[in-house]
Nanobody, 128 residues
Framework: VQLQASGGGSVQPGGSLRLSCVASGFTRKPYATAWFRQAPGKEREGVSF????????DYIDSVQGRFTISRDSATNTVYLQMMSLKPEDTGVYFC??????????????????????WGQGTLVTVSS
């Protein structure tokens, strides 16, 4: 199983980036795919997730209305479109998947310990 994250870069405040996470090697569809981020000196935090069964999504409050997560099942790719970027969005962004299972709410799906496969991370820097 492999998750390949890409799309990071350096942008000015107000700019946009689109991150991609390509999954390979799965024998069963994960319950959900999420994007996490980790800023320097801070803990990793969940940013957004999308459920594989019905494409329902959720976001943390600080990115609501600016970020959009989506999924292309034909290419096994999950995207995170990030707009109106702010300096506080700076960090390494990781994609991750959680195993198939029963329905889980947002309280669980923003937890790092719910995810068993992780990509390598892609750096996003927002600075003027």
């Amino acid at each position: 199983v492999q998750l390949q994250a890409s799309g990071g870069g350096s942008v000015q405040p107000g700019g946009s980036l689109r991150l991609s996470c390509v999954a390979s090697g799965f024998t069963r569809k994960p319950y959900a795919t999420a994007w996490f981020r980790q800023a320097p000196g801070k803990e990793r935090e969940g940013v957004s997730f999308i459920r594989s069964s019905d494409d329902t999504t959720d976001y943390i409050d600080s990115v609501q209305g600016r970020f959009t997560i989506s999924r292309d099942s034909a290419t096994n790719t999950v995207y995170l479109q990030m707009m109106s970027l702010k300096p506080e969005d700076t960090g390494v962004y990781f994609c991750a998947t959680t195993p198939p299972g029963i329905w889980k709410g947002s309280n669980w799906l923003f937890r790092t310990d719910e995810y068993d496969h992780w990509g390598q991370g892609t750096l996003v820097t927002v600075s003027s």
